[in-house]
Structures are given as C-alpha cells and as structure tokens.
C-alpha cells in the first residue's frame, strides 16, 4: 500500500514540475453564467404611490374627494388610511377597478365632479375684514350679510343656513376652556369633540339645527367659526363643512393689523336732526374721509362743525321742509337701561332703510368716565340716537373702529355712548338752535347719513 501510494505521489510530482516547465495551453473559454432572471420589484402600495405625490396634488385630491361626499377627513395632505378608503369608494361608484390609486381618467372625472359642486354653491375663499380671519364661503347658500363690531354674519334666505364668524377678547384663554364654554350654550347637544392645543371643534344638534363650530386664539383674540343648518340641507352642507373647516384660518400671515381695516367705499351711518332749519349730529369717525356725504331723502349735507375730542359732527341740509327735530332735553347723566334709535345698514335689512330700535345696558369704562354700550349695535347705528326709558334724549352712539388684534391684556370697547350733556355743549358751541320741547317719537328724527369716499 505503501509502495502504491509513494509511486502515486510522485507521478504527480513529476506532472507537476512538467507543467512548470511547459507554456500552458490556451485556457478554454469558460462558459457564461445563465442569466439571472430580474428581481421582480415589490408592489407599490397606495399609500406609497400617495406619499410620492407633490403636497399640492394631495390636498387638491382630499378637496375633491370632500366635494364629492366621500372624505370626510382633514384636508391636509397628509396620506392616512381614510383617504385610501375614499379613494376606493369613489372608484367603486365610478364602475371602476378598486385600487385606491387614481388613474389620470379616473383623476380628471373626480376633479370635474368637485368644480361642479363647487360652482353650485358658489364656492369662494375671502378674508374677513372686520375680523382679518379666512374663510371659505358657499356664496350662492349665503345672499344675506351682516356685521358688526364681534364680527360677521351670512344667511340663507329662509335662514336655514346660518354662518358665524366671532371675535371676542379673554384673559389668558385655552382651547379647553373655549370648547367647555361652547358646549354650555343653550340647546346644544355635542356628538363629537376635538380639542388641540391650538384649536378646537365641536360638532352636534343645536335644536333642530346641526350645528359645527370651530375656535382658535391668539393671545387674548378668540376666533369662532360656527355653522348651522337644518337637517333638510346636510347632502348639500356636509362637503361644505368639511370644506370650510380646513379653509378656516383664524390667523392668516399678513392678515393681522394693529389698528382698523380699510374704510369701505360707501359705509352708512344714522344721524339726528336737532333743528328745524337741517342740523344734524353724528358721529365724527363716521363721516371721516368722505368725498359726499347723502342724507337719505333729503340729499346732499355740509359739514359745518366737528369736534375730534368728543367724536361729533354737524352736517346741515338746506331747502329740507317738515323735519321734526328731536327734543334734546336736559339730561345729566345716562341711565342704566336705554334704546337705541337708528338705521341699520343696508346689508342687515336686505337693503331697506327702516328705523330700528335696540335695547343695551349702559356701563362706565374704568376712570376715562367713557361709557360702553352692550350688546354692541350693528353697522349703520353709528350716530343713532340713546332714549331712556322715560322719552328723554340720553346722548349719541358710537361704533368704535375695530382692532384686528390688539394688546394681549387690552380690552377693547366695541360702541360707546356720547352723554347728552356733551352733545348739547357743542351744538351750543356751533351755534344751533335747539329744540327743547316735548319730543315726538325718536325715530322721526332719526335719518340714515351716507358716506361716499375714493
């Protein structure tokens, strides 16, 4: 065995150390490797397809989606499970393959759908002046408008639409404490609740109404969006509330001032006739500005006095006939309780011009010896005239400017009342005539004054 083994071992040595002496034949050429069939790339999941969109298209993909009933989440781009849904419902309904990625056909129809929905209602985002909040309104819902100093208000004809946009100052307010005041209103019956630390929402039956409201602050500036509807309405309504909800910005960049919004074009306020001869007081702020001022039915006024320390204007009318001038009397000091006697705008009373009366409460601010009025009158009560409960002439009122926002501990004073006795000094100032004689009823001697600016 041995032998045999020695014998191999140097069989191989010897072919070995030939080869080392020999060129090497060519090497064969070694046959290719078969080719590996390419790894077949994972399926991309919905989400994922989603998530590779640009931001813009997600959101306009949600909106849509609201519009057409079938997502009722926030629309706010991001990619969740209830979108997904959405889309595969919209497919269904649609005959289409359930993927939960829309197709460019399928996107353009979706698209399509929403627009027409949108212009059936009248679908448009604005910017409350009054309030510097904005808002996504269904116009076309909403013909009636109306506002005044805690903000503005839309309605349907009927008023089965109402919508709401507050503002109100709070000391040191929290999304809790807002939320727990809301759900306290009469009437209210809360299903559903959300409250964040920078928002809340609450939504329900308010009666026979639905209602949802939405609240912000910043702060002591506290922002309300509410919404009410009849059930009758909500296959119209739902889309928009989702709709309005994720429009709502109760805080927009460069939307925030530190004093009054724009003057209007043409704004309205009332005036008193003091004089038989065409005198008028009102208020000062509220004629401020103007290239014309228009007495209503009666035509063109002059602005004969002011006086920027107390607020007040004369304007005089000439060739009037019959005007019955109110009794100015000799009140000192305001009571308590008065009614208001003015003219609302014309957008609080579908343009008419009737003369309204409103009851307030009458409270001294601090030690200015300013006296606030509250609830605070509509536009167009500027310049209205204060009656007690005895008939007598009380003083002029006042809607302040509004302030957007304000100092986080300030409190600010939405209508104010200028005391009878400082009205008469400066009509006694401008040398008018007054008339101290029994009044006759207020209202006739209440007018509505309108200003014309650039």
């Given at each position: ?16 150390a ?31 397809t ?19 009933g ?26 289409a ?19 027409k ?16 909040a ?24 009927s ?25 306290k ?15 809340f ?10 209602f ?21 309405t ?33 704004e ?22 103007c ?50 006697i ?50 007598a ?14 100092p986080?501990?300030?409190?600010a ?26 009044s ?11 200003c014309?600016r650039?």
């Amino acid at each position: 065995m041995r032998s045999w083994l020695t014998a191999t071992w140097m069989i191989a040595a010897a072919t070995t150390a030939a080869s080392a002496q020999t060129a090497p034949p060519a090497a064969a050429a070694k046959p290719k490797p078969a080719a590996a069939a390419p790894a077949r790339p994972a399926l991309q999941s919905p989400a994922d397809t989603a998530s590779a969109m640009a931001q813009a298209e997600r959101l306009a993909i949600q909106s849509d989606l609201a519009w057409a009933g079938e997502y009722n989440g926030a629309i706010n781009g991001e990619v969740s499970e209830r979108m997904v849904a959405a889309i595969r419902t919209f497919q269904k309904y649609n005959g289409a393959q359930q993927t939960g990625v829309l197709n460019p056909q399928e996107r353009g129809i979706l698209q399509a759908a929403a627009k027409k929905l949108q212009d059936n209602v009248g679908w448009k985002i604005v910017t409350d002046t009054l309030t510097g909040a904005r808002i996504g309104l269904p116009t076309k819902l909403l013909p009636q408008q109306a506002s005044d100093a805690n903000g503005s208000k839309w309605s349907s004809t009927s008023g089965s639409i109402q919508i709401q946009l507050a503002r109100r100052k709070e000391a040191a307010p929290t999304t809790a404490a807002l939320a727990e005041q809301e759900k306290k209103e009469p009437g209210r019956k809360i299903e559903y609740s959300a409250i964040r630390p920078d928002f809340f929402v609450l939504s329900g039956m308010q009666g026979l109404k639905k209602f949802y409201i939405r609240g912000a602050f910043r702060d002591s500036e506290v922002r309300l969006l509410t919404i009410l509807y009849d059930q009758a309405t909500e296959g119209t309504m739902a889309p928009v509330v989702i709709a309005m909800s994720s429009a709502f910005n109760a805080f927009p960049a460069g939307a925030i001032a530190a004093g009054p919004p724009p003057r209007k074009k043409v704004e309205y306020a009332s005036g008193v006739i003091v004089s038989d001869d065409g005198a008028i007081v009102t208020d000062r702020q509220a004629i401020d500005g103007c290239l014309s001022i228009v007495i209503a039915g009666h035509g063109h006024a002059d602005k004969l006095a002011e006086d920027k320390a107390s607020d007040l204007a004369l304007l005089r009318i000439f060739g009037a006939r019959d005007l019955k001038p109110l009794a100015l009397g000799n009140r000192a000091t305001a009571k308590p309780a008065l009614d208001l006697i003015g003219i609302a705008d014309p957008q609080n009373q579908g343009g008419a011009a009737a003369v309204s009366r409103l009851k307030v409460s009458v409270t001294p601010v601090g030690t200015t010896g300013e006296l606030a009025l509250s609830p605070a009158p509509g536009l167009g009560f500027s310049g209205a005239a204060a009656i007690d409960g005895e008939g007598a002439f009380a003083g002029l009122v006042q809607l302040k400017p509004v302030i957007v926002a304000g100092p986080a501990n300030g409190s600010a004073m939405q209508a104010a009342l200028v005391p009878a006795a400082i009205v008469r000094a400066f009509l006694a100032a401008s040398m008018v005539s007054m008339n101290d004689a029994p009044s006759t009823e207020a209202a006739a001697s209440v007018v509505r004054v309108i200003c014309v600016r650039k």
